[in-house]
């Protein structure tokens, strides 16, 4: 048989895989490091105990309890084995794992209640995130402009005057309209969500208490009734207090987060290597030359 066939034989690919696993294991098992102590407390005992409990609703039986200790430590002896031959390194999701828990410890240094001085100071210092914006109140009719039955501009108008005297039902004409045709108490910047800008911005500036229109949306033709519209204000600050104290603890989180990282990099020389394409077109710069 010639070397080449040789080494296209299944047979052979098999044995040079099982003699490098082979090798790996012998290597752990001779070179690791010494057989180490599991200790399984009480306190250990008692919190997988609670864990079976939430979950099973009950206590564990005797047996139960002893499979749970056993499980445990089977655990304990796999995960350190594999820490000691190096199978965490280059593993996505057990680096991202790593660094959630490296942020929480972080985060427990961020864990302080701010007093209602520092949160009137906050909101002052950030006036927009806490300022309540105009809401509306208004009702619509809405009319699909893609069919050949959309009313003209004549029958449009004929049909606000008919609304406004009276002689005319809303809720008997238009077409169809999913998210529905009476919006109470909504935000300016909902409106522009369902409906587009434009609709928005004619409901932030439109009269009040008659049929107006029609108004473009991004679904169609409307006529509208504003009924109520409140305007923006800078609320109390008892009314924004919640709001504040969770933006306030997140931000100090960042300043923690980002301090904590900061004083850890600095125990490393970083060295960024030019990415493959960047030295590629750094020759190219220098061949034109």
Known sequence: MSTVKLLREPLLHFLVIGAVLFGVFRLAADNGPAQGEIIVSAGQIASLEAIFSRTWQRPPTVGEREALVQDYIRDEVLYREAISMGLDRDDAIIRRRMRQKMEFVADLTAQAEPTDAELKTFVADHPAWFHAEPHVSFSHIYFQTSTKSSPSAAELDRLIKALNA????????????????????????????????????????????????????????????????????????????????????????????????????????????????????????????
């Open 166 to 289: 009276g002689t005319a039902d809303a809720s008997q004409v238009g077409d169809q309209f999913m998210a529905g045709f009476d919006f109470r108490d909504v935000a300016i910047s909902d409106v522009a969500k369902t409906f587009g800008d434009g609709f928005a911005g004619w409901i932030d500036h439109g009269g009040r208490g008659r049929w107006e229109g029609p108004v473009t949306s991004v679904y169609g033709m409307h006529l509208v009734r504003v009924s109520e519209r409140v305007e923006a204000r800078d609320p109390p600050f008892k009314e924004v207090r919640d709001a504040a104290r969770r933006e306030w603890l997140h931000a100090r989180k960042v300043v923690a987060n980002d301090a904590f990282y900061e004083k850890l990099r600095s125990r490393y020389v970083i060295k960024v290597e030019a990415a493959p394409e960047e030295v590629g077109a750094a020759k190219l710069a220098e061949v034109a030359k």
